[in-house]
């Protein structure tokens, strides 16, 4: 073979030698970046599993959260109880019944929602102060997360006054099953949710409230039953404009430890790649 071609063969030879040893390099990165990503799935499918199921929330059964049942003007509130002094709180559908022109001309849902006002119901006077609670006993499912120290409860609500003379506040109490106190977070007293006196609408409209959460609701570890308190309070004036709807409570599990580990893992795996 001529000396050039011989050169050129050999050169051939080593092109095609180089050729299929970065194929094989390529080849094997392939085959660890799917390795990597076949692990990555195989971790993503438990991991949003357990997520799903650890956010997965249980509703506490207040009765008459919405205060549908009744008729306008009444003074019996069913699956409440008023506990301080003569009757303080009424239905009303928002139509009139000699209601002031701040409250709610509708509610925030539903045909009722809860008022303070003495006028909603025809009544010629009322206390400066009132309460009115549930007492909501835990589930077995809510028992168990209780129990494990690991559930938050989340109250939501929705709020409406803007009389400075009158103020609400909403608590919630933790207690054990002799239905004795361990423990309460409340709102504190509720701020105006716009100047004083101003008309119901869109200057002043129903407003959404949440008690507790992952940083004030967890639920103590021997809890049983969870009691809801909506008190009123009034310095001036005749008739308290304080307004609530639509009270719902959830109680969620904290994450586990397994989901938090979990978590890590997938963390690093992300980093190495």
């Excluded at 002031?100 to 009722?112: E, I, T, V």
């Excluded at 499912?141 to 939501?156: D, E, K, P, R, Y």
Aim: charge should be positive; avoid cysteine; hydrophobic fraction near 40%.
């Amino acid at each position: 073979m001529p000396a050039k071609n011989a050169t050129n063969y050999s050169l051939r030879i080593h092109l095609q030698t180089n050729r299929s040893m970065t194929t094989k390099t390529n080849n094997k990165r392939k085959i660890r970046l799917q390795s990597r990503h076949a692990t990555l799935a195989v971790i993503r499918l438990p991991l949003f599993g357990l997520l799903a199921s650890s956010a997965s929330a249980a509703t506490l059964a207040i009765v008459n959260g919405g205060f549908e049942t009744g008729t306008d003007g009444s003074a019996t509130i069913s699956g409440w109880t008023t506990t301080a002094g003569a009757t303080g709180f009424w239905l009303q559908d928002g139509t009139g019944g000699g209601s002031f022109p701040q409250d709610p001309s509708a509610p925030q849902a539903g045909s009722f929602y809860l008022t303070a006002n003495r006028l909603a119901g025809g009544a010629g006077s009322q206390p400066a102060s009132s309460t009115l609670s549930q007492t909501v006993g835990l589930d077995p499912t809510n028992l168990a997360l209780a129990a494990a120290g690991t559930a938050q409860i989340s109250l939501n609500f929705f709020y409406h006054d803007t009389d400075f003379n009158d103020s609400g506040t909403v608590t919630l109490s933790f207690l054990d099953g002799s239905s004795t106190l361990i423990s309460s977070i409340t709102t504190g007293t509720l701020a105006n949710i716009a100047g004083n006196g101003t008309a119901f609408g869109a200057l002043a409209p129903w407003t959404s409230v949440t008690l507790g959460g992952p940083i004030t609701g967890a639920v103590p570890m021997n809890t049983a039953a969870v009691r809801i308190s909506i008190t009123t309070n009034r310095i001036g004036g005749s008739a308290t404009n304080v307004h609530f709807d639509s009270f719902s409570a959830q109680i969620i599990p904290e994450p586990s430890a397994a989901v938090l580990g979990l978590v890590g893992t997938l963390g690093l795996l992300r980093r190495r790649r």
